[in-house]
């Protein structure tokens, strides 16, 4: 186990309107306010974008099975945001729903919100974490400064 302690720093409300991707008005407005860890709740409802919705087959390293949604998803989830060789770069989780069919997983490139997506980022402060390259399981994985 990895571990790095810090704390809170700014607390931002966003709201996303209609048309908008939420992934690219993430990482706009992350590089705006140069926030390079924090977190992200969201809720509201997406259209157009596609998950991660686990593997292929379950192997080192995964190859991706995506899940695109359209139209309009109920949609709440997560996503943590750490520094990398690339900038800040995002890990987002959700669940979204559309009368009964549900999707859980991983959305990647671009999701574009329907009416309205709200968002509560939370700053962290003085954590020693990034995101690098795991050749072995071909993913960004956190890496922290401590362990257990």
Not at 69 to 76: I, K, N, R, T
Not at 80 to 89: A, C, H, K, L, V
Not at 121 to 129: I, M, P
């Given at each position: 186990?990895?571990?790095?302690?810090?704390?809170?720093?700014?607390?931002?409300?966003?709201?996303?309107?209609?048309?908008?991707?939420?992934?690219?008005s993430l990482q706009k407005f992350l590089r705006?306010?140069?926030i390079e860890s924090c977190m992200a709740l969201?809720?509201?409802?997406?259209?157009?974008?596609?998950?991660?919705?686990?593997?292929?087959?379950?192997?080192?390293?995964?190859?991706?099975?995506?899940?695109?949604?359209?139209?309009?998803?109920?949609?709440?989830?997560?996503?943590?945001?750490?520094?990398?060789?690339?900038?800040?770069?995002?890990?987002?989780?959700?669940?979204?729903?559309?009368?009964?069919?549900?999707?859980?997983?991983?959305?990647?490139?671009?999701?574009?919100?329907?009416?309205?997506?709200?968002?509560?980022?939370?700053?962290?402060?003085?954590?020693?974490?990034?995101?690098?390259?795991?050749?072995?399981?071909?993913?960004?994985?956190?890496?922290?400064?401590?362990?257990?």
């Amino acid at each position: 186990m990895q571990y790095s302690e810090g704390n809170l720093g700014r607390i931002y409300v966003l709201r996303m309107d209609h048309g908008e991707d939420l992934i690219a008005s993430l990482q706009k407005f992350l590089r705006e306010k140069k926030i390079e860890s924090c977190m992200a709740l969201f809720m509201g409802a997406l259209r157009d974008g596609r998950a991660v919705t686990g593997p292929e087959v379950p192997v080192i390293p995964p190859v991706p099975h995506y899940e695109s949604f359209d139209s309009a998803w109920e949609v709440f989830g997560m996503a943590t945001i750490y520094p990398s060789s690339e900038g800040p770069m995002l890990h987002i989780h959700s669940g979204l729903g559309r009368g009964t069919k549900t999707i859980v997983g991983c959305i990647r490139e671009k999701a574009e919100v329907y009416l309205i997506v709200e968002v509560v980022l939370l700053e962290f402060s003085g954590l020693k974490a990034e995101r690098v390259w795991d050749e072995k399981m071909g993913l960004n994985l956190l890496s922290l400064d401590k362990r257990l």
